[in-house]
């Protein structure tokens, strides 16, 4: 029995552990639009009771390659002209999304701290996510939206790969949970040499995207960087290490994103208001 259930236009969804697969462009169907109802659902039952309908702003992000060419389409994927009425768990509810506010990753993980780097000439942000890697440069503090690139590796693909790899070389079937309780340093049943594979793939991983960065002019022994996202949570020991890294700080919050989103929203809905 799924302990979460979403009605939405006569049809049921429930959430599962399967990820949907890596889309550019996640405005081509409803996939999105009802994954954000389950986290809207979520934070209004965490609110207490509800009134009748309850008006929102919503507050969103995309890579920063997409941003410009994206923001307007993301935009309008959610924002309804009439209110949305759905039910939660059997509960109804009924929203009217008043405004979205559309904002480039990355940079958003920063902007609570952001005046703290203005006084760096250059620096650059990398975002290490599930499906890409985005980077961002920020000079003096502000976003260069001129320069943005996107790789489309991240930690879901280096862990498909390491479960095709040990799958090869142990005969052992292993999950992402394992690879992330390894590279955490947390106790696991596995063996050392399957612990070993896992080590050194994620360090080759690491490896491949730093050498991708330098093809796109990302060079990192000459100017600072932050690394946010899950995988530089996963990647820090081998980044820290890294003779082609001389400068690095870590964004360890994995909502670091979503909370630079509200942080942004909070104070443009405040200049709006004045």
Not at 68 to 93: C, G, H, T, W
Not at 113 to 136: A, E, W
Request: glycine content about 6%; aromatic content about 10%; overall charge neutral.
């Amino acid at each position: 029995m799924a302990d979460e259930v979403l009605e939405y236009k006569g049809e049921y969804w429930t959430l599962s552990g399967q990820r949907l697969p890596y889309r550019r462009d996640k405005t081509r169907d409803e996939s999105f639009f009802i994954l954000t109802l389950f986290a809207i659902a979520k934070e209004l039952s965490y609110a207490g009771p509800l009134p009748a309908a309850e008006k929102i702003e919503l507050a969103v992000g995309l890579p920063p390659e997409h941003y410009s060419i994206l923001k307007d389409k993301f935009r309008a994927y959610f924002k309804r002209s009439e209110s949305v009425q759905f039910s939660y768990n059997d509960k109804p509810m009924t929203i009217l999304i008043r405004d979205v506010f559309v904002y480039p990753q990355a940079f958003a993980a920063i902007a609570p701290q952001k005046s703290q780097l203005k006084h760096h000439l250059r620096l650059f942000l990398i975002d290490i996510g599930g499906y890409t890697t985005d980077v961002l440069l920020l000079r003096s503090g502000k976003p260069d939206m001129q320069f943005c690139r996107s790789l489309e590796t991240g930690v879901i693909t280096m862990n498909n790969d390491i479960i095709r790899r040990v799958g090869a070389l142990h005969d052992m079937q292993i999950e992402d949970e394992h690879i992330s309780a390894v590279l955490c340093g947390k106790e696991t049943i596995l063996p050392a040499d399957v612990k070993d594979t896992i080590r050194k793939s994620a360090e080759q991983h690491a490896k491949d995207i730093l050498d991708q960065l330098r093809e796109l002019k990302v060079d990192l022994r000459s100017n600072p960087a932050v690394f946010i996202g899950g995988g530089s949570v996963l990647f820090r020991d081998y980044l820290e290490r890294s003779p082609l890294v001389a400068s690095a700080s870590f964004v360890e919050n994995v909502n670091a994103n979503a909370i630079g989103y509200r942080t942004m929203a909070e104070g443009q809905l405040s200049l709006l208001r004045t």
